[in-house]
């Protein structure tokens, strides 16, 4: 199936083309650059430069992929998680979109989305399909049976995303916005034992598929403050590169110990955090270590971008699941349990 994919649920105003597995375009535009000032995403500018950004984007993968909107099969939108205004663009555009063109909208959800992409890199997805889905607003390790219908959560953060855990530590380390990025950049020059950093619910009684960075990112300021008092220079590097093995060392861990303990033998590592260079090489190294077989997305296609949707509406296109009524609501607390939002058959 062709299908057309619009995703507006944070910062990226993304618009992506797919046929089935292969893509045909991935058109984003991100108003990343007028946040930057304030440290961190504004809801009221990032849902303005989506209205700004949404007809051109659209243009843009439309002619990118070289199709006519009559030839699509249908129209995919990120219905949530995310922020409502920013969401609430992106839904009212696919509506218009969809209605226009007489397609059949298809609301799906922004998480299993960030898994279901790597079927444009990998090919269909194994089922189950077990995922270590790493963002800025969330970190879990997710089973999935069928990626349409069935997602189901194994564990996931008790406090800070993992990608919300970089954005803070370089916030301390006064690198600018977004932190995942640059930290990546530090880190290449530091040394990643320099500083040994805790490595949040790893004990023998801690839940397995949990995790937790928040007293992680508490303790690398804590080493910065103690650094800047004794009137010491901050090895920036070294810090960037300790932190960033602790968060991928947790990671990888207890996303290999899941595969072990429920028999999976693939891996799928998705979200923003997934586009870290670290986290790439050591999953690569553990996985094979252990049999495993790592399934990661090009860093582009990590992070949020609109093919990732329409990847998710293809298959539910695919699958003949039901499309979603012209009420179809914009959810910012969508729950990972829902992979779209089918129709009520009364709209
Ligand atoms: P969610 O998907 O949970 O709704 P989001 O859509 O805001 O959150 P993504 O775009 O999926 O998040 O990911 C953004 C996050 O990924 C940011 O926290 C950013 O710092 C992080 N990130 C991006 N690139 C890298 C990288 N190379 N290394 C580490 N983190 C990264
Ligand atoms: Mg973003
Ligand atoms: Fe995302």
Redesign the pocket.
């Known amino acids: 199936p062709l299908v057309l994919g619009i995703e507006t649920?944070?910062d990226?105003t993304g618009v992506g083309v797919v046929r089935g597995h292969t893509l045909l375009a991935d058109a984003v535009a991100s108003s990343v650059d007028e946040h930057a000032r304030f440290g961190g995403v504004v809801p009221e500018i990032a849902s303005r430069a989506h209205l700004e950004a949404m007809i051109p984007t659209v243009e843009r993968a439309l002619r990118e992929a070289g199709v006519s909107p009559r030839d699509l099969d249908g129209i995919a939108v990120t219905a949530g998680?995310?922020l409502a205004g920013a969401l609430l663009v992106g839904v009212s555009a696919a509506k218009a979109y969809a209605y226009a063109l007489g397609k059949p909208l298809y609301g799906v959800n922004?998480?299993a989305s960030?898994i279901c992409v790597d079927q444009l890199e990998h090919g269909a997805l194994p089922e189950p399909t077990m995922a270590l889905l790493v963002?800025?607003?969330?970190s879990s390790l997710l089973l999935a049976p069928d990626i349409t219908t069935d997602v189901r959560p194994l564990g996931s953060t008790i406090d800070d995303?993992a990608?919300?855990a970089?954005?803070k530590v370089a916030r301390v380390l006064q690198l600018g916005f977004?932190?995942?990025?640059v930290?990546?950049r530090y880190a290449r020059e530091g040394d990643p034992r320099a500083i040994a950093f805790p490595r949040g619910l790893t004990g023998p009684r801690d839940a397995p598929y949990d995790f937790s960075f928040s007293g992680l990112k508490t303790a690398v300021a804590r080493w910065i403050e103690a650094r800047r008092a004794a009137g010491e220079e901050v090895p920036v590097a070294d810090v960037a590169a300790s932190f960033q093995e602790a968060v991928t060392d947790v990671l990888t861990r207890k996303a290999v110990r899941a595969c072990a303990e429920q028999g999976v033998d693939h891996l799928m590592i998705g979200?923003?955090?997934a586009?870290?260079?670290r986290l790439r090489a050591m999953a690569e190294e553990r996985c094979r270590r252990a049999g495993i077989i790592l399934r990661v997305p090009r860093?582009k296609l990590c992070?949020?971008n609109g093919a990732m949707v329409a990847a998710l509406g293809a298959e539910m296109v695919a699958r003949g699941r039901a499309a979603s009524d012209w009420e179809l609501p914009a959810d910012s607390s969508l729950p990972v349990t829902e992979p779209h939002v089918p129709g009520t058959g009364h709209g």
């Open positions: 649920s944070c990226e998680p995310g922004h998480l960030h963002s800025g607003g969330h995303a990608g919300e970089f954005d977004p932190g995942g990025p930290i990546d979200g923003g955090v586009a870290n260079t860093p992070t949020d």
